[in-house]
């Protein structure tokens, strides 16, 4: 199993920054791709930023040029850097990754963190 802890979500202005943080702890061998969801209320969840084990990133165009996705492997530990935030961000954000493990690969998701902004 994997486990994700997130954590670095919070209550900001518009224009302010977040970053969080979701570190993995279990039994794997590495990670395919790690990444952040996020739902609003009333909204489905939606794919934020992913990078892959080689660091390739893909991000909703939405957050392009504002949000910065980065792992550290030694720590396995997925950062997700937020800057010029807007209203329209705010949502619980899930961690979210694929893993390689003894039973093949397994998809594992955090508890969720609330990221709120504020006009």
């Known amino acids: 199993q994997v486990q994700l802890v997130e954590s670095g979500g919070g209550l900001v202005q518009a224009g302010g920054s977040l970053r969080l943080s979701c570190a993995a702890s279990?039994?794997?061998?590495?990670?395919?791709?790690m990444g952040w969801y996020r739902q609003a209320p009333g909204k489905q969840r939606e794919l934020v930023a992913q990078?892959?084990?080689?660091?390739?990133?893909n991000y909703k165009d939405s957050v392009k040029g504002r949000f910065t996705i980065s792992r550290d492997n030694a720590k396995n530990t997925v950062y997700l850097q937020m800057n010029s935030l807007k209203p329209e961000d705010t949502a619980v954000y899930y961690c979210?990754?694929?893993?390689?493990?003894?039973?093949?690969?397994?998809?594992?998701w955090g508890q969720g963190t609330q990221v709120t902004v504020s006009s």
């Open positions: 979210y990754t694929n893993a390689n493990t003894d039973i093949g690969r397994l998809s594992s």
């Open positions: 279990g039994s794997f061998f590495s990670f395919n791709v």
């Open positions: 990078i892959t084990s080689i660091g390739s990133t």
